[in-house]
């Protein structure tokens, strides 16, 4: 059970990396108008736009780690790779966020720098840091 509570570490730590980015760069993006400019008025400031934002990102990376956390449960015994402790479980979380970043990131140009910068975070902290968790827990 290490594996999952270093998967919900990890996805806390990815959601205070990603709080402020997005929080200003969807502040930075509001003022080109659209759909943004409606939803986040002009009186909206960055302190409160940051909470909402990371009570959503808490939940929404904290599950995300808690699953990966059982993929690397399954995944227990593997070979090391690229620096990593678990080479496969790495491999799987750089195609999974290449996946789900590469379409975000041709589709958005406006949010292309953050979600590539959230998939680096992303396959840093979850692909490779999430092993050594696992190593460095008391848990078992």
Known sequence: MAEVFAGFVAGYILALLS???LALTLLRLRAKGGVLARLLPAG???LSLGVLLHGALFLFWTALGIVLGLVLLAMRGAEG??????GPFTL?????VLALVA??????????RVAVLCGLASVFVFGWLMPYLVRWSSFD
């Not at 790779?81 to 678990?86: I, K, R």
């Not at 799987?92 to 999974?96: E, I, L, R």
């Open 19 to 21: 709080t402020p980015l």
């Open 92 to 96: 799987f979380v750089a195609a999974m």
């Open 81 to 86: 790779a690229l620096g990593s402790l678990n």
């Open 103 to 112: 379409p975000a990131a041709i589709a958005l140009p406006g949010l292309r």
């Open 44 to 46: 909206v400031s960055a």
